[in-house]
């Protein structure tokens, strides 16, 4: 199948060529890697025309190498991160110098957001896909945050809050006896430990799954082919791909008992996730177009019905909560005053 890889003029023509691209993504195979890496720089390039952003000019600024007020704070914790990103090249003195220049010019161009853990995560994908060149991928991930998933390194994370609880509502509709068998669980550990609030069980790993885009807990071959469908479709990929997944573990889940039983368990499971034995690149993407097309009109009424009534997670965990050393997602999600996302 050929397709162009540059949109087409006017908002019908980038229609069009996103519905090629979206047939030509779904084919046995997928996208070879220098035809994916003009993908997300074409589509990121049309963002930043869209914009009417100063490319230039916003490179000069982000990538300068004159120090700002906030960037001696920023580089600490980038630094503390730049080995959780899941690379093969993460070890690399170089490489990881790279992935930090991003890091900083992101958060320099973004400052609601600063940095944040996950975004070390995604970023270094991005790198991998362009070949480590720094403006690429800057933006790359500009064009992932701002347009694809808009709101969701935000100060108090609402739009993640959000999609949880979506994404609860979605399990539900599509795979009410894991639901409910979850729902179990968590009525019965929090019965058993007398706590005043505990992350819904299926937060604990979704939430990881979400902020990282899944490059955590897939293989990379299926990763770069989730990234392409989320690319060109938009966010409602999330929800496909984490709903497939489930479907995947329920038959292993639906057998524990208690909560601790569903963290041993998922812990497991989540390690088996990442062998490419299990996790077919193809027929996962088959699984996630096959719910039908997108996108979904259940999707925005949902988002619209929980958006007025979500507590975000920084107000649910407080102030007090912990990353594990290997940078793992825990319950629940609060950023610290130096911008560090902290997953309980």
């Not at 890697?33 to 952003?53: D, F, G, M, V």
């Not at 984490?242 to 569903?262: C, E, I, M, N, R």
Request: charge should be neutral; include cysteine.
């Amino acid at each position: 199948m050929r397709f162009s890889l540059t949109p087409f003029p006017g908002e019908k023509g980038f229609q069009q060529w996103k519905d090629a691209v979206s047939v030509a993504i779904r084919m046995p195979g997928g996208l070879p890697a220098p035809i994916r890496q003009k993908l997300w720089i074409s589509l990121a390039t049309n963002y930043i025309r869209e914009i009417h952003l100063d490319w230039d000019k916003t490179c000069r600024f982000t990538f300068n190498n004159f120090s700002n007020p906030d960037d001696d704070q920023l580089g600490i914790q980038i630094v503390k991160d730049l080995h959780r990103t899941g690379c093969s090249w993460s070890s690399n003195e170089h490489d990881r110098a790279t992935l930090k220049r991003v890091l900083l010019a992101f958060a320099r161009y973004n400052k609601s957001i600063g940095y944040c853990q996950g975004l070390n995560i995604l970023a270094g994908v991005i790198l991998d896909v362009v070949d480590m060149n720094e403006e690429y991928a800057l933006m790359i991930l500009i064009y992932l945050i701002d347009s694809i998933l808009p709101n969701f390194f935000s100060n108090n994370l609402r739009a993640l809050a959000v999609d949880m609880a979506v994404f609860r509502e979605w399990l539900r509709i599509y795979n009410g006896k894991l639901h409910l068998h979850l729902q179990k669980l968590q009525s019965s550990s929090h019965d058993a430990s007398g706590t005043i609030y505990e992350p819904p069980l299926l937060n604990v790993f979704t939430i990881q799954w979400f902020l990282t885009l899944f490059a955590t807990c897939l293989p990379r071959r299926a990763t770069v082919r989730v990234w392409d469908a989320l690319m060109i479709e938009g966010s409602e990929i999330l929800f496909r791909t984490g709903l497939v997944l489930w479907s995947k573990l329920a038959v292993s889940v639906l057998k524990v008992s208690t909560a601790d039983q569903f963290y041993s368990v998922m812990a497991n499971l989540s390690v088996q996730l990442l062998d490419e034995k299990i996790i077919d690149a193809d027929n996962l993407i088959k699984e996630i177009y096959n719910f039908g097309p997108l996108p979904t009109p259940i999707l925005s009424d949902l988002r619209q019905k929980f958006s007025f009534n979500i507590t975000p997670f920084q107000q649910l965990s407080g102030p007090t909560a912990n990353t594990s050393d290997d940078g793992k997602i825990k319950q629940g999600v609060v950023r610290s005053n130096s911008g560090e996302l902290k997953l309980r």
